[in-house]
Every structure is written in C-alpha cells, then in structure tokens.
C-alpha cells in the first residue's frame, strides 16, 4: 500500500505562483512514473503533467512553458510548479503514481482574477 499526500494548495491572484509537493510512502517510488491531475467543477479529471522514472516530461498544452513537474526519488516527492497562474487552473489537484489505484486526497487551488 502506498500513501500519497500532496500539499502547497491554496489561494492565489492571477499570475502568481504555487509550487505543490506529493509525498509517498514506501520504497518504490523511483520504479513508477508520477502524475498530476486536476479536477475542476463541472469537468472531467484532466492530466497536467508526468513524469517518468527516468525524468521525461510530458504536459497537457493547456500548461506547457507555466508548469513544470519534478521529482526527487531521495526523498519520494514529486513537485508541480505552477507559474503565471490563470483562473482556469482552479481545480483540485491530485497526484498518482501511474498505473496504480494509488492516489492523494487532493489539494485545492484557487486563483482569483
């Protein structure tokens, strides 16, 4: 069983910047690719950004050139950093380790225009 728990959610004005963080427990981080997703109200959970075991990015055109997704396999965390925000990226964020049930309870983002 792995636990995963995203944090770095909250409340920011148009064009600024958060930078999520999602933790998992266990020792096999480093052998699955990484993903966050969004669901907005009303709309269809949605992939932001992967990751793969060897660092290969991949991005919904939506975010490309304003997120950038990383890892760090030492300490079993994966980052979103999201710049230049814009009110469409308000939606609950969520990461998952790829082709697993594994998922984190969420951290909610909201921009204000």
């Known amino acids: 069983q792995v636990q995963l728990v995203e944090s770095g959610g909250g409340l920011v004005q148009a064009g600024g910047s958060l930078r999520l963080s999602c933790a998992a427990s266990?020792?096999?981080?480093?052998?699955?690719?990484m993903g966050w997703y969004r669901r907005a109200p009303g709309k269809p959970r949605e992939l932001v950004a992967s990751?793969?075991?060897?660092?290969?990015?991949n991005y919904v055109d939506s975010v490309k050139g304003r997120f950038t997704i990383s890892r760090d396999n030492a300490k079993n965390t994966v980052y979103l950093q999201m710049n230049s925000l814009k009110s469409e990226d308000t939606a609950v964020y969520y990461c998952?380790?790829?082709?697993?049930?594994?998922w984190g309870q969420g951290t909610q983002v909201t921009v204000s225009s």
């Open positions: 998952n380790q790829i082709g697993t049930f594994f």
């Open positions: 266990g020792s096999t981080f480093s052998f699955y690719a």
């Open positions: 990751i793969s075991t060897g660092g290969s990015t």
